[in-house]
């Protein structure tokens, strides 16, 4: 399975140097449930709009999307793999498959929750362009929640004075070369966004989906896409150094889903199979792994960022999970999904 991420900008507002913009937090609130009748949990995810995703390995990710953007959901139905998921007053309250609803009882396990900042710099210099760095992060007013925060930016903060610490760091990078900096702005503005969303999560794991964008003049900036997997106990968990580059059954397996893309895209890939390499920037899923393709890697700049996905138990197939990280997650699997 394969996929194509446009950038969608972010609207900020600009702002002279050493003012920042105190953008409206939101909330965010995830939740385990453990399913009556059954060993799977499910894991929701929600801000005060509705619910964002739902996921277990049984039924996949579950979400509602509108051209390819996740649309917080209060009433309707999340779309999994092979069933939905209902919704009343942002609460899942049972399945459909074939036409036929199902009730669900869950029971809540665990719960913690984050809040999403924006922070901004904006540097004017000598010209009329200015140098803008906006940068959206997450914060928790829970301990275990902030310090797996603070290892992902390396930097120590709360919810509180995040912006300001941010911008800091935004006004020491943006500042280190003002020559240059300037030299960019006497002819071009200056824009840099990043950020970052927990794409999944289940008992032991946080998978972030993070990006960054740069412009510098021209017909367009440059994006990125690249994934952040640590557990919680703190530890960042390097993916990619689980693999090999040698892993040739999954790196066939990453071709062919690459070629099914270029036919559905109605094009011929851009690169031959002796120039494919496994990405290292990965995301976890549920029942799946991401694998994410920045632009010109795999395809023209136009189409975005290329997700290459493979079930996770083929996916385990190909990798020695023995005493690795990826071995809890194997527990979470259905044991007739590993047959």
């Given at each position: 399975m394969a996929e194509k991420t446009f950038l969608k900008k972010i609207i900020t507002t600009t702002l002279v140097l050493g003012i920042c913009s105190y953008a409206k937090?939101?909330?965010?609130?995830?939740?385990?449930y453990k399913i009556e009748n059954e060993k799977q949990k499910l894991f929701v995810s929600k801000n005060n709009k509705g619910i964002l995703y739902a996921g277990s390995f049984d039924f996949g990710r579950c979400e509602n999307k509108k051209d390819g953007i996740i649309q917080p959901l209060k009433?309707?139905?999340l779309k999994c793999k092979n069933i939905s998921l209902?919704?009343?007053?942002a609460e899942i309250i049972g399945i459909l498959k074939n036409g036929k609803f199902q009730h669900l009882n869950l029971k809540l396990e665990q719960s913690f929750k984050t809040q999403e900042q924006v922070a901004n710099f904006t540097y004017t210099g000598k010209s009329n362009n200015?140098?803008?760095?906006?940068?959206?992060?997450?914060?928790?007013k829970d301990p275990t929640i902030q310090k797996i925060l603070e290892k992902m930016y390396g930097i120590k903060f709360n919810c509180k004075n995040g912006i300001s610490e941010i911008n800091?760091?935004?006004k020491k990078s943006l500042l280190k070369d003002t020559e240059s900096i300037d030299t960019i702005l006497s002819s071009s503005a200056f824009e840099e966004q990043s950020g970052d969303f927990l794409y999944y999560f289940d008992e032991e794991f946080l998978s972030f989906d993070t990006y960054n964008y740069i412009y510098t003049g021209g017909a367009h900036g440059n994006h990125t896409r690249s994934g952040i997997t640590i557990s919680k106990n703190g530890d960042i968990i390097p993916l990619a150094d689980i693999l090999t580059p040698s892993n040739k059954p999954l790196k066939d397996f990453l071709w062919k889903e690459y070629q099914k893309f270029a036919k559905e895209m109605r094009s011929e890939p851009l690169i031959k199979y002796e120039e494919f390499n496994i990405s290292n920037s990965i995301l976890?899923?549920?029942?799946?792994?991401?694998?994410?393709?920045q632009?010109?890697?795999?395809m023209p700049y136009s189409y975005g960022v290329i997700t290459l996905k493979i079930p996770f138990e083929a996916f385990l197939e190909f990798t020695k999970t023995k005493n690795s990280p990826l071995e809890l997650i194997k527990k979470q699997i259905p044991k007739n999904k590993l047959n």
């Open positions: 937090p939101i909330d965010f609130t995830y939740d385990t009433n309707g139905e209902k919704v009343r007053n200015s140098a803008t760095i906006t940068t959206k992060f997450q914060c928790s800091k760091i935004a976890l899923d549920y029942g799946e792994v991401l694998f994410l393709y632009p010109y890697e795999l």
